[in-house]
């Protein structure tokens, strides 16, 4: 599996755009980036995720640099109920690892007000 | 749709005692699998499923064992409880990856305790 490397924490000031790096530097061609967050002890929750092209939704945008070694979530107006762990995993199809879900360390994300 | 259901939320085994816990999915998902967190830490992934009778070890398997007789449920047993399996467990569930849509869903999650 290809692994991902993220700052272990950041802090982001209410209101403002939150930008969340992750490297991965060995990500092969039919493997995906994904974005999850843990709010509190919860479950884990999607966010986002992409191949080649940048992506966005209502919650995140997804930045993916054009050999895809690294990648950035952003959100862009960040407010308190956004302080979480936010985890970038690299995962492939059923043919490429059989599609599991490697958690790494992740980054805890502080916004302030 | 319920999504990932788990049971029990919450449990106090004694050392060598034995427990299931069970997870439930309503979606239809083909792949299932269970993770454990440490206080602190990051998720692990215990056992993995891509579909009814098919199960693979994950990063963390020792004293854990898996069954998916069919396609909602996937219950992990623990055999001989140890304090270090003490944890919170999380299930989750996605379609095929590579096809479509396939995010993964997560339950709540059972917090085990072993003393």
């Known amino acids: 599996d290809a692994k991902t490397t993220q700052p272990p924490s950041m802090d982001c000031a209410e209101g403002r755009a939150a930008n969340l790096p992750c490297n991965h530097s060995t990500i092969s061609g039919n493997e995906y980036v994904y974005w999850y967050r843990q709010i509190h002890s919860q479950g884990p929750q999607y966010i986002i995720h992409g191949l080649k092209n940048n992506e966005t939704n209502e919650m995140a945008s997804l930045i993916i640099t054009e050999d895809r070694k690294s990648s950035t979530l952003i959100l862009p107006h960040a407010t308190l109920r956004d302080t979480a762990v936010y985890y970038c995993i690299v995962r492939g199809d059923r043919y490429n690892q059989g599609g599991k879900l490697i958690f790494g360390q992740g980054t805890e994300l502080s916004v302030k007000p | 749709n319920a999504g990932v259901t788990q049971t029990p939320k919450f449990r106090i085994l004694k050392i060598g005692q034995s427990m299931t816990l069970q997870c439930t999915q309503d979606?239809?998902?083909?792949?299932m699998y269970w993770y454990r967190q440490d206080p602190g830490m990051g998720l692990k992934l215990i056992y993995y499923?891509?579909?009814?009778?098919?199960?693979d070890k994950g990063e963390v398997p020792n004293g854990y064992n898996v069954s998916r007789s069919t396609t909602e449920d996937f219950p992990l047993r623990l055999e001989l409880a140890a304090p270090s399996q003490t944890s919170v467990y999380f299930c989750?569930?996605?379609?095929?990856?590579?096809?479509?849509?396939?995010?993964?869903?997560f339950g709540q999650g059972t917090r085990l305790t072993v003393v």
């Open positions: 979606m239809n998902h083909n792949y």
């Open positions: 499923s891509v579909g009814a009778g098919i199960t």
């Open positions: 989750a569930s996605s379609k095929t990856p590579g096809q479509g849509w396939s995010e993964a869903f």
